[in-house]
T-cell receptor
Framework: RKEVEQDPGPFNVPEGATVAFNCTYSNSASQSFFWYRQDCRKEPKLLMSVYSSGNEDGRFTAQLNRASQYISLLIRDSKLSDSATYLCVVTPGAGSYQLTFGKGTKLSVIP | DAGVIQSPRHEVTEMGQEVTLRCKPISGHNSLFWYRQTMMRGLELLIYFNNNVPIDDSGMPEDRFSAKMPNASFSTLKIQPSEPRDSAVYFC????????????FGEGSWLTVV
């Protein structure tokens, strides 16, 4: 089983739609989780951290399910500018340098 | 504020040639990472430096790859000799220890070996 797995997509959704991505991880000792966003031919950038209780940042909601070892990202009211690849990132703990990246899920928001 | 600066942005080279990629981390950041990204394998950590010292180079593919960090503001990744399978995007990233896991990536060096 791969350390971090994501559905590669692409997810093609109309503007205004709600879309959700899941990511599963194999290391049950993982402590910190993140979503990064990578635009086409650009570098990855931190989108948001994922906290145990779940957290929201505007139209974006991240959740963690430790029992099932997956994290999710929900995007409400999709915008054209949300089109990108979303990378799930898992680490053994806060401050660890060992960030394991998923291969990403590609999202295309269409007019 | 300047971000992580990488050069060259694009390089096309012939098999067997030496390739040197350069990175200037964000000022004040004491951790530096070199990653490689391909469609097949995604983002892979090649090497991690902390305070200019290589801590983990287990991701370096083979002896053809080497990395140095002579000071806090400069690092190089060298491939000698290069092979077509080295074609990828090479990202440098940096972080200030103690700031959590947020790392900041440079724009990448797009390498094509023909």
């Amino acid at each position: 089983r791969k350390e971090v797995e994501q559905d590669p997509g692409p997810f093609n959704v109309p503007e205004g739609a709600t879309v959700a991505f899941n990511c599963t991880y194999s290391n049950s000792a993982s402590q910190s989780f993140f979503w990064y966003r990578q635009d086409c031919r650009k570098e990855p950038k931190l989108l948001m951290s994922v906290y145990s209780s779940g957290n929201e940042d505007g139209r974006f909601t991240a959740q963690l399910n430790r029992a099932s070892q997956y994290i999710s990202l929900l995007i409400r009211d999709s915008k054209l500018s949300d089109s990108a690849t979303y990378l799930c990132v898992v680490t053994p703990g806060a401050g660890s340098y060992q960030l394991t990246f998923g291969k990403g899920t590609k999202l295309s928001v269409i007019p | 504020d300047a971000g992580v600066i990488q050069s060259p942005r694009h390089e096309v080279t012939e098999m067997g040639q030496e390739v040197t990629l350069r990175c200037k981390p964000i000022s004040g950041h004491n951790s530096l990472f070199w990653y490689r990204q391909t469609m097949m394998r995604g983002l892979e950590l090649l090497i991690y430096f902390n305070n200019n010292v290589p801590i983990d180079d287990s991701g370096m593919p083979e002896d053809r790859f080497s990395a140095k960090m002579p000071n806090a503001s400069f690092s190089t990744l060298k491939i000698q000799p290069s092979e077509p399978r080295d074609s990828a995007v090479y990202f440098c990233a940096s972080r200030r220890t103690g700031s959590g896991n947020t790392i900041y990536f440079g724009e990448g060096s797009w390498l094509t070996v023909v």
